[in-house]
Each structure stands twice: as structure tokens, then as C-alpha cells.
């Protein structure tokens, strides 16, 4: 996949370009509004990363400017300011999610991913969901690690499908915050960490094969070791 | 000025339109006057014989003359001057003439007027300023003329203009100075408050404008200004706020931040490096937080949060949260009770209102000690939804209790930065609603929250 990245600050594009090189994008730059638009509608790109903070005119400016032009190429917004007013006008200038700066990279690539999947056909939703040797039956809400059959509340059950469904991927307490229970809050304490041990406690109750890992500084990831 | 003008044109027109009344008023007058004399005169001519006739005839015109008032001028002059005139119808006989000046150039006049029996008309003499008021009467083959002149009528009218002119003038001047001076006196004002106001800068917020005790529409003005210099103060006064106590908290994270990274590249072994790194980053996430929560309380206090309202489910959100912290708090080995009734819906802004809640949750849990008992209760009465949270832990210093609500206030001992319960009041106030704080007699503490119930409720 080719991705667009509209960025003035300079740090932030060596960054950005080097992660998502790694995450298996090809990415382009553009420093200016202007050179963003001029990339853009060549039509090659299949997702666009804007900054709304530019030198020469707004991001959303970009947006609308390249949606007139008739791209129709997900679109994900980064910004600094943090007011609902803003997400709301990115939102329907024709930007397809937004992120606050500063922002985990984690995160970004999971908003990422979704918006592009959201442009292939949708896939069947599955029933049942695997991850190492863990097997998820979603319909019935029953988990089994090997052959044992894990007692898990419904929530860490939720809490469970997330971190596979995001099998080796690294997803921040935000995340789960947002996907799991359905919340935008920046709890001060370690509500969601609580969360992880109680789990952890019923899956990986010995710990010489851990599913669960934590990742100092960034999150939680569900992989063999 | 155009009032002025206006104002003088009103009052001429009104001048104008009484001067030709009391002009038409005499004409009819005078007119009613020639009518009847002419009637007394044709009488008299039909019952004197015809030799006394001049004598006689001169004689009434004396008499009537002296009925006319205003007869003599200044210079003595008769102004009223009357003339009859009696023809022969056939012309027979010389016409019977009374009157002043040469009766030719009346007879001339008369003709050339055309005067007919009937309403009074005016006829004008070569040589004189003033017209005639003629009538003309027909008896037995004689036809009567008696003219009046309009000398005594036009003279009261000359002066009633006159007078009239000296009046308009008069008001037009007093109505000019009265209006100058008094659109003078309120730009003079204007002028004083727009240069007071234009140095009043940032420097110097103290200073406001004098209020005199009437209430005219400069006074409001100027208290008007005065509210408005007033928010600005206390704007200006929170940011200083809120620069100097954010530069004060960024210090030591940062600092923290700086060492731990520093240390990190000391380090060889790549475990301890990530640690030290990962320490670095959860630094850098809890100092966010206190940004995010400054400016947000910065806003809230300024009055400028900006609210995405919807109808939310107050007793949803609180249940949801409770059960989100419920191991965590049972890790503190505190024992939460729930008590909310069902479908109490509020007009709030979600992301907001589900902080607010969670940092209610996080100050109980962060200020008790182990083993205590929270109690968690929503009532909704009267069109207010109450939220009360309870515990029986120490409860706050009673140093504490009156400044609960404002920043950085915390207990001695108490971890955290000392924003949460500022937060909650700023988030609750911003939507109409209310916080208190209370000591429990029994020891511990209450927190009630009160929030205005919505009006809608989505079906």
C-alpha cells in the first residue's frame, strides 16, 4: 500500500516515514499544503496522513480541495488541537478519522489499518477467532486455551477478543479503553492495567508460555513469547 | 441638525397655514360687512327722493366708515376708505358717487373687473397699493356699488407676519443651540469614554470608567464597559494563572523525563535500556494528562468549554465506570455499593461527563485508604439528577473543605496533582449543574453532584 504523508514538521516526518516503512507502507511526503496537493492528485496513493497545521494553507483546506477534485482516498487527520468543534469540521470536510498530537504510534497504525480495510469489501464476520493456542467462540462467549476451558467475566472476555483480534500488535490502554468499554476518558490511575493482571491471571496461569506481554511505555500484545 | 430643520419647517408650515386662516377670517368678515351696509344702503336709496340722496348717501358712508376699525394709519391717513357708487341703470342720470379720489378711475375699474351682483370681489386701481373689496346690488334699474379697501386688513395681516417671522426665528435659533448643545454634550462623553478606553491596555486592567448615578443611555454605556474590562481582567488574571502554575508542574516531570532518558543511554544491556525508555514515555503520558486537564480547566473557567450535547444515560455511565474500576478498587480492598435509579437522562457532553465521573471515582480511590466502604447513589427529583458519593475514610482536613474545588489544593499526603475535584466543578458548572462538598458527622465525606435533568428524552 502507498500512503501520502502531509507533514511540515520535519522530526515528526522522519518518524512517521521510518514506522510506517517498517509496518510495511511505501510512503511518500510532502512538507506543504501545496506539494501535498500536487502529489495527491496524481491519484497513485491509497490513503492519505494530513497535518492540519501547515505553513501555507490549512490541512482541511487540502482535504476539501482534493475531495473536489475527486479522490475518494481514506483520508486520516492529525492535529494538535484538541476541541470537538475541530474534530467535527475534520470530520466532514472529508477527513475519515482524526488523532490528537501527540499520539501513540500504536494507535495510529490501528486507525490506520481500519480505514484502509474500509475501502476493500468487507470481510464475513467470523464466528469463531483463534490466536496462538487460544479458541474464541463468539457467539457462545466461550474461550479454551488448548483444552481447558477458561472462566473469564464478560468484560475480560471483550477485553480478551480485543488483544486477539490484534494479534501481534501492540494496542495502548487508549485503545482499549476506546474499543472495550466504549470510552474516551485519561484515567490518572491503572484502571485498565488491573484489568490486564486479572486476565492474565486466568490465561497465562503459569508463566512459562505467556500470551500475554506488557510493553513498557506503550501497552499490551497478545503473542507466543 | 436635520432635526433642527426639520423642526423649522414643521413650525412655518403651521405659521403659514394660521396666517391664512386669520387672512380668510377678515376677508369674510369685511365681506359680511359690504354685504349688509349695501342691503342698508339700497334700502335708504329707495326711500330717499332724490335730491337729499347725495347728502344723505355721504352721510351713512361716513357713518360706516367709522364701523371699520383700525381706520387710521400712523400718519393719520384713512385707511379704510369707502366708496359707493348708484348708476342708472339706463344711464340717465350722472351716477351718485361718494367716496375719496376720482371717481373715474373706480368707474374704470369696476368695468374693466367685470363686477357682477353677488359675492364680493376685488378690483385694483392703477396708481394705489391697495385693492378694493367690491359688491355690486341691482334695485329698480339702479345697480349700487359699495367697495372697501383693504387697507386696515392688510396692515393687521403685515403685522401678524412680521411678528410671525420674529417668533420662527427666535425658535429656530433656540431649538439649533438647544440640540447643538446637547449632541455636543453626549459626544463630548463618547469622546471621553473612547479615549479611556484605549488606554486601558494590558498594562494597566485596574482602571474603569466613572458610573454617574443616572441611567441614561452614556451611563450604560460606560458600565457596560466596565463588565466587559471586568472579564477581561479576570481572563487576563487566569492565564497569568494558569502560564505560571503550568511552568511550575512541567518542571519536575520533565526534569524526571530528562534524567530517566539521560540514564537510558548510559545503558548497555537492551533490556534495561527499553525500560528505562518505556519509564520515560508513561513520564511523558501522565505529564499529557496534566496538560490536557489544565487547559481544559483553563477553558471551563473562562467559560469557553465547548459542549457537544446529546441526551446521556446518567445511570448507564455511572454503572459503566463503576464496573470499569471495580478491580482496581477491589485491589485497594475497597467495597463500592450501588444504589442508581433507572433512566436518569441529562443534556451533557459525554466525553466531559464520563471524565467528570471518572475523576470522582479516581479521588475516592486515590485519597482513601484501604478498607473503605464508597457508596454510590443517583436519584433524580424535581427535574435535578443527584449523584452522591459517599465514603467513612478520614474525610478532608477541614483546612481543606472550603478550597476543595479550586486548583492544586490536596491534602498534605494525598498523590496526584490536585485537579481532579477542579476539574469535576468546572465540568458540572459549564453544564448548569452544581457540586458540594460535605463532611460526614459520622467521618468521611460527601459528594453530591447535581445535574439538570434533560428535557428530552430519546424515544
Known sequence: ?225 | MWTTLAFALATAGAFLIVYFLVAQGIRERSDTWLTGETQVLAQVLADTPRDHLYQRMREIAELATHEVPDDRSARGERLNSVFFLATDSANQEAPLWVGSGPKEAFIAAIQEAKVVPGAPRSIRLEGLRQTFRVVVREQKGTTLYLGLSDGGASRVLQRLARRFFVVWVGMFLLGFVISYWSARGTLTRVERITETVARIGTEDLEERLPEPANSDEISRLASTFNRMLDRIQTSVNQLRTVTGSVAHDLKSPVTSIRGTLESALCETETERWRESVGEAIEHLDRLLLLLNTTLDLAEAEAGALQLDRAPVDLSVAVAQLVDLYQPAMSDREHKVTLDLEEHVFVDADSGLLYRMISNLLENEMTHLPTGCLIAVRLRSQDGSAELVVEDDGPGFPPEILPHAFERFVKGKHSPGHGLGLAFVNAVVQAHGGAVNLFARSEGGAVITVSLPVSVLQPS
Open chain 1, 1 to 225: 500500500m502507498r500512503l501520502l504523508l502531509v507533514e511540515d514538521d520535519v522530526s515528526i516526518q522522519q518518524f512517521l516515514k521510518r514506522a510506517l516503512f517498517e509496518a510495511g507502507y511505501r510512503v511518500d511526503t510532502a512538507g506543504t499544503a501545496q506539494a501535498g496537493e500536487a502529489l495527491a492528485l496524481e491519484g497513485i496513493h491509497d490513503g492519505f496522513i494530513v497535518d492540519l497545521g501547515l505553513p501555507d494553507f490549512d490541512g482541511l483546506e487540502l482535504i476539501a480541495r482534493c475531495r473536489a477534485q475527486g479522490s475518494s482516498a481514506p483520508v486520516l487527520i492529525l492535529s494538535a488541537r484538541r476541541s470537538v468543534d475541530e474534530r467535527v469540521r475534520g470530520l466532514e470536510q472529508g477527513g475519515d478519522d482524526y488523532l490528537t498530537k501527540p499520539f501513540a504510534l500504536a494507535e495510529l497504525l490501528a486507525r490506520l489499518r481500519n480505514l484502509l480495510r474500509r475501502s476493500a469489501p468487507p470481510p464475513h464476520e467470523p464466528t469463531r477467532l483463534q490466536a496462538a493456542d487460544l479458541h474464541l467462540d463468539l457467539v457462545r462467549r466461550e474461550v479454551r486455551r488448548g483444552d481447558h476451558l477458561l472462566q473469564l467475566t464478560p468484560q475480560e472476555f471483550s477485553l480478551l477478543e480485543y488483544l486477539c483480534r490484534n494479534e501481534g500488535r501492540v494496542v495502548t490502554r487508549t485503545m482499549i479503553l476506546d474499543h472495550v468499554w466504549r470510552m474516551r476518558i485519561d484515567p490518572a490511575t491503572n484502571v485498565v492495567d488491573v484489568h490486564i493482571y486479572r486476565l492474565r491471571n486466568k490465561v497465562d496461569p503459569d508463566t512459562s508460555r505467556p500470551l500475554i506481554h506488557t510493553i513498557r511505555g506503550v501497552g499490551y500484545v497478545l503473542k507466543t513469547a
